[in-house]
């Protein structure tokens, strides 16, 4: 069993930053998919990015192309989602997501994830 915990959200105004942290233990990361999710209010939950095992395959929504990166550490056992130029658009409770054997084609697809952390909220307002 693997729990997941986020942490790092906020209140942050249009064009600042944040970092989202997602702790596992329960089991090491090292060889699942690990990606973030957001829901915003009276939205379904929706993709954001992913990255595979090996680390070397990352995927992101086109919303935040170019804007947010995903990264892990191992030795740490924590993925980070690093949010820069945020928009209001973005605000959301950001869900942490991790599974194993996730194929290519369901990278976007919750449904292919095992493990669930509670959520963070963020919201970028001024």
């Known amino acids: 069993q693997v729990r997941l915990v986020e942490s790092g959200g906020g209140l942050v105004q249009p064009g600042g930053s944040l970092r989202l942290s997602c702790t596992a233990s329960?089991?090491?990361?090292?060889?699942?998919?690990v990606g973030w999710f957001r829901q915003a209010p009276g939205k379904e939950r929706e993709f954001v990015t992913t990255?595979?095992?090996?680390?070397?395959?990352?995927y992101y929504a086109d919303a935040v192309k170019g804007r947010f990166i995903i990264s892990r550490n191992n030795a740490d056992n924590t993925v980070y989602l690093q949010m820069d130029n945020l928009k209001a658009e973005d605000t959301a409770v950001y869900y942490c997501?991790?599974?194993?054997?996730?194929?290519?084609?369901?990278?976007?697809?919750?449904?292919?994830?095992?493990?669930w952390g509670p959520g963070t909220q963020v919201t970028v307002s001024s």
């Open positions: 990255m595979r095992s090996s680390g070397g395959y990352k």
């Open positions: 997501a991790a599974g194993a054997g996730v194929i290519l084609s369901s990278l976007r697809n919750g449904a292919a994830y095992n493990y």
């Open positions: 329960g089991r090491s990361l090292s060889s699942l998919t």
